[in-house]
């Protein structure tokens, strides 16, 4: 090996160093964050990591999944005038999607799929001009150990004892830290006017 050889040899080797030790520092100077990816490329929370993570729950509204749905109705309904959105976030888990579907007078259906915080911008303004209530008509839970899921029906009213301007079917996905309960996700469709509840979603059936 001739001298140019080594000076050549040695500059490189001096670069791969100097970019080691670099990356070194930069993975030195940045925070290790305290919720770590789990093998299935989610995100792993702890209670206390969702606690600091959202805004305070109400321990009434997050202590079983039946209180979870009661709440998750009950907090955006109401007459005209400001919604405790931040009781509505308290819910849901950070990373929680809400979806629906609906078909237009063409026959097309679309889904629409949304944070927490999208369905809140969209729909915060217009729903705090009008009165607005959601019952709960007929729900079928299911639940084992840290995870429950309910297929419902509910109605939309603009009072509390008018007749409802529209029902829908939901699903909704709900899951336990082991201090309080989460919505993981919820889904709905609206039942279009010419179509009647299903009957196990149907009070009228299930009051017979």
């Known amino acids: 090996m001739n001298i140019n050889q080594t000076i050549l040899r040695t500059n490189v080797l001096l670069i ?6 670099a990356g070194v520092i930069s993975a030195q100077g940045k925070k290790t964050p ?7 490329g989610g995100t792993v929370y702890a209670a206390s990591d969702l606690a600091s ?6 321990p009434a509204d997050v202590a079983s999944p039946e209180a ?3 709440a998750l109705h009950d907090s955006v309904s109401g007459p005209q005038g400001p919604v405790d959105w931040d009781r509505f976030r308290s819910l849901f888990l950070p990373s929680a999607r809400l979806g629906s579907t ?3 007078v063409n026959g097309v259906t679309r889904i629409t799929s949304s944070t927490v915080e999208e369905l809140i911008s969209s729909g915060a303004a217009e729903r705090e001009k009008v009165p607005w209530y959601e019952e709960i008509l007929v729900k079928h839970l299911e ?14 009213r603009s009072s509390l004892q008018g007749p409802p301007i529209q029902q829908s079917v939901n699903v909704c996905v709900m899951l336990y830290d082991g201090s309080r309960w989460w919505i993981q996700s919820a ?3 609206a039942v279009p006017k010419f179509r009647s509840l299903p009957p196990e979603l149907d009070p009228r059936v299930h009051t017979r």
């Not at 993570?53 to 109400?58: D, F, G, I, V, Y």
């Not at 639940?143 to 939309?156: G, M």
């Open 34 to 40: 305290s919720v770590k990816p789990q093998e299935d």
């Open 53 to 58: 993570s959202t805004p305070l729950a109400r």
């Open 187 to 189: 889904s709905w469709e």
């Open 68 to 70: 979870l749905l009661a």
């Open 102 to 104: 609906r078909t237009d």
């Open 16 to 21: 791969s160093f100097t970019v080691s030790f």
């Open 143 to 156: 639940r084992f150990d840290h995870i429950a899921v309910a297929f419902y029906s509910h109605d939309d």
